[in-house]
C-alpha cells in the first residue's frame, strides 16, 4: 500500500518559487502515476496535473500551465512539484496522489491513495 507524504510547502511572495516533494515510504511508487491537487479555502480539490508511470508524459491545467513542472524519482521514490511565478490565487493545501494505472487522472475520483498535503500561501 502506498503510503505518501508532501513536504515544501511554505510562505513565499508573489512571482517567487516553490518546490513540493511527495514521498512514497513504502518504495513502490514506480508502479503508479501521479498526480498533484490543491484545495483553495471554501473551494472544492482541484487537479494541477499529473505524471505517467515512468514519467513520459504530464498533463497540467491551463491555470498553472507554463509556470509549474511535475517530475519524478523512481529510483528516490518521489514526485516534484517545481512551481514558478507564483501568484496569490495559487495559495492553497497541495496534495500529492497516486493512481493505479498508466497515465495520469484528472479527477479526484482516480486516484486511490493520498498524502496528507502542505500548506502553500503567496502573499502579494
Known amino acids: 500500500q502506498v503510503q505518501l507524504v508532501e513536504s515544501g510547502g511554505g510562505l513565499v511572495q508573489a512571482g517567487g518559487s516553490l518546490r513540493l516533494s511527495c514521498a512514497d515510504s513504502?518504495?513502490?511508487?514506480?508502479?503508479?502515476?501521479m498526480g498533484w491537487f490543491r484545495q483553495a479555502p471554501g473551494k472544492e480539490r482541484e487537479v494541477v496535473g499529473s505524471i505517467s508511470r515512468g514519467g513520459g508524459t504530464t498533463l497540467y491545467v491551463d491555470a498553472v500551465k507554463g509556470r509549474v513542472t511535475i517530475s519524478r524519482d523512481d529510483a528516490k521514490n518521489t514526485m516534484y512539484l517545481q512551481m514558478n511565478s507564483l501568484k496569490p490565487e495559487d495559495t492553497a493545501v497541495y496534495y500529492c496522489?497516486?493512481?493505479?494505472?498508466?497515465?495520469?487522472?484528472?479527477?479526484?475520483?482516480?486516484?486511490?491513495?493520498w498524502g496528507q498535503g502542505t500548506q502553500v500561501t503567496v502573499s502579494s
Open positions: 513504502r518504495r513502490t511508487f514506480a508502479h503508479y502515476a
Open positions: 496522489a497516486a493512481r493505479s494505472a498508466y497515465d495520469g487522472g484528472r479527477t479526484r475520483e482516480e486516484y486511490d491513495y
